[in-house]
């Protein structure tokens, strides 16, 4: 009977790994299997002899950190996760000598995979499930099996259960948000952008079967020999900032409708000191008081998460706090978070304390450190600045008129329609909402508008020139025109997908339209989405027949000059 190798890494999980070790042991005896073990990076920690290695069968590597792969040549491996072992090792066993858990590049190419996914975007809404879908066709068509978690605007669901994850040979991460890996330790990870799924599912299945990585316990990524960054990592500073804006929307939209319904329950003096007790005041002071108050903690907080992962949520709230009260606003929410992410991940990776004091680093020292460094360094560095440039940012925005006005408009309609929920589109939307938390609500009247436009006006132009589209295309205008009016851009990326360089340039110009008649005509937005469905809301929208005049005219726009340059369809 081959020897079994087993080489044990608990990083941070130093206790479990022994007890894994132990339990490898006396299941072995039980069997009367050859075994060596080893406990890689602990004192005592026996590392295999070269002998051992040079006669052994096949090595199991179970847990995270460096295990010393490289001895072992092209010796059969098979993986584990600490507590798989520690569940049932039994099992883990009967994988490894059977020899059903194959190396990671025989993996990319052998049989049927078991795939679990995770989609993700900042606002939770289409490129979450669009991603899902093209999972899940990918895989359909290539013959893998997936379970794909979606972590929309309500919450996760479809959640990934341990069994499901325990049983799968890799995990494929397609977000633009930041996601807790916690779970997935022990696991092949790939991660990259809701995009790459929705373009390329197949290629990106492929891919991630042929370079995900060991995830190690502590949320990293062990990458002993790593290839070319992923996606995800390239995204850097802007994946942050929309982790951040994903998260502080929800007090966005809570707090703008409650004091949208203050004044529409108790008129527009409903908050005045003298309306205490009233249904009106009491609405205006959760919405004003509570929501809109935690909205720079939240972003900031969300951001440094997405950074540096729970270490990173005290000190970003923290620093988001103070940055409201020095009244340097969303800009100094900014700052905070990623002051806050990046010390609180210098400090975790540079910090090492002996096995049995590691667990004060998250509760006591991390917070603490990286607390002061934030707070200070807001307070003494960077909220003042910050402030006046806010200040400077707030009276020109609230003083627009005429020209500037319209140029803005312009400008943040025009964004929305270029790329449909990408970069430039999130950008301006992330503008927007930010700057309600100061109290300047034109903008997102003009991003609300000009994103709506680009599906309605094609909803309208299959209509108007139906000879101009194919019949999937003319069927697909009913579904856009719905999405359009629930603000969901992504509505348009079919149209434009096939027909870029017609299509796209009839959307820009129509949401640009849109953008600026709503900034010319007053038009003011306190929701940061809903689409028509906030219209009827008292006070949610300042004039809101010039919103649905801009909407009309942008969408009008947008369906002749798609009329006028698409050809005849085939």
Not at 528 to 552: D, E, Q
Request: proline fraction near 5%.
């Amino acid at each position: 009977m081959a020897q079994l190798l087993a080489v044990v890494g608990g990083g941070d999980l130093s206790t479990h790994a022994v007890l894994a070790l132990e339990a490898l042991r006396k299941a072995a005896d039980r069997r009367n299997q050859p075994i060596a073990l080893e406990l890689r990076g602990a004192p005592g920690g026996n590392p295999l002899p070269d002998e051992a290695i040079r006669n052994a069968g096949a090595v199991l590597l179970v847990g995270s950190g460096d295990l010393g792969e490289g001895r072992f040549g092209a010796l059969h491996r098979a993986r584990a996760a600490i507590a798989d072992v520690l569940t049932d090792v039994n099992a883990v066993l009967d994988r490894a000598l059977s020899g059903s858990v194959d190396t990671p590049m025989a993996m990319a190419t052998a049989g049927t995979k078991r795939i679990v996914a995770i989609t993700s975007c900042p606002t939770g809404i289409a490129h979450t499930f669009m991603a899902a879908e093209g999972l899940q066709a990918a895989a359909d068509a290539l013959g893998h099996s997936i379970r794909i978690e979606t972590q929309g605007s309500v919450g996760a669901r479809d959640t990934l259960t341990a069994a499901e994850i325990a049983a799968a040979d890799i995990v494929l991460i397609a977000a633009d948000t930041g996601v807790d890996r916690a779970r997935f330790a022990g696991k092949r990870l790939y991660a990259t952008n809701t995009k790459a799924a929705i373009r390329d599912g197949k290629g990106l299945i492929a891919t991630a079967l042929a370079e995900a990585q060991m995830q190690a316990a502590g949320g990293t990524t062990e990458a002993a020999a790593d290839k070319a960054e992923t996606a995800e990592q390239k995204a850097g500073a802007y994946k942050h900032l929309m982790t951040g804006v994903s998260f502080m929307l929800p007090f966005v939209v809570a707090g703008g409708l409650l004091i949208a319904l203050a004044f529409a329950v108790g008129g527009i003096d409903a908050m005045a000191p003298g309306h205490e007790g009233t249904l009106g005041y009491a609405l205006g002071q959760i919405g004003a008081k509570g929501a809109f108050a935690l909205i720079v903690p939240a972003l900031a907080g969300y951001i440094a998460y997405s950074i540096a992962d729970r270490p990173g949520i005290a000190p970003g709230m923290i620093g988001g706090m103070l940055a409201a009260n020095l009244q340097a606003g969303f800009l100094g929410g900014i700052a905070a978070g990623f002051i806050a992410g990046y010390t609180a991940r210098f400090l975790n990776q540079h910090i090492r304390l002996h096995k049995n004091l590691e667990g004060l680093k998250p509760v006591l020292i991390l917070p603490l450190l990286a607390t002061t460094i934030t707070g200070l360094l807001m307070i003494y560095v960077v909220g003042v600045p910050v402030a006046a440039v806010l200040s400077a940012l707030t009276a020109w925005l609230k003083g627009m008129q005429g020209a500037s006005a319209l140029v803005l408009g312009l400008v943040l309609g025009g964004m929305m329609a270029i790329d449909m929920g990408g970069p430039i589109n999130k950008a301006a939307y992330a503008s927007a909402a930010a700057l309600l938390s100061s109290g300047v609500d034109a903008p997102m009247a003009a991003v609300m508008l000009g994103g709506m436009t680009p599906p309605l006006g094609l909803a309208m132009a299959t209509r108007l020139f139906p000879a101009r589209f194919t019949k999937p295309e003319r069927e697909a205008g009913g579904a856009a025109a719905v999405l359009g009016a629930a603000f969901i851009t992504e509505g348009a990326i079919p149209f434009a997908a096939a027909d870029p360089l017609r299509v796209i340039p009839s959307l820009v110009a129509g949401s640009a339209v849109a953008g600026a008649l709503a900034l010319t005509l007053g038009v003011t937005l306190k929701v940061p989405h809903g689409g028509l469905f906030v219209l009827p809301i008292p006070n949610a929208v300042t004039n809101p027949l010039g919103a649905v005049l801009a909407l009309a005219a942008g969408t009008l726009v947008t369906a002749m000059l798609a009329g006028l340059l698409k050809k005849r369809a085939a």
